[in-house]
């Protein structure tokens, strides 16, 4: 029998965010939401950076750089790091 691998929904990506966001800037993030501006967060781009790599191995998958650029809203991210589980 095959094992089917369970895929993370939107609101556990969601959760995922927030608390490597929350970790990597030590501060809460808790009140991020999908429609919260990726510049309104105050994370620079070092950080941003430390907390897509953090999600990379958490999810094992990689994130090309071109796939980041344009980024706007945290929902944009989510709908990337979805984009990418799945894939080989």
Known sequence: MEEIE???TRDRLLAMFRETASEVVEKDFGFVMESTGISDLMIDSLGM???IGTL???LSIQIPDESLSGLEKVKDLITVV???LGEP
């Open 56 to 58: 990379e191995r958490r």
């Open 49 to 51: 950076l430390e907390i």
């Open 6 to 8: 369970v895929r993370p």
């Open 82 to 84: 979805e984009g990418r």
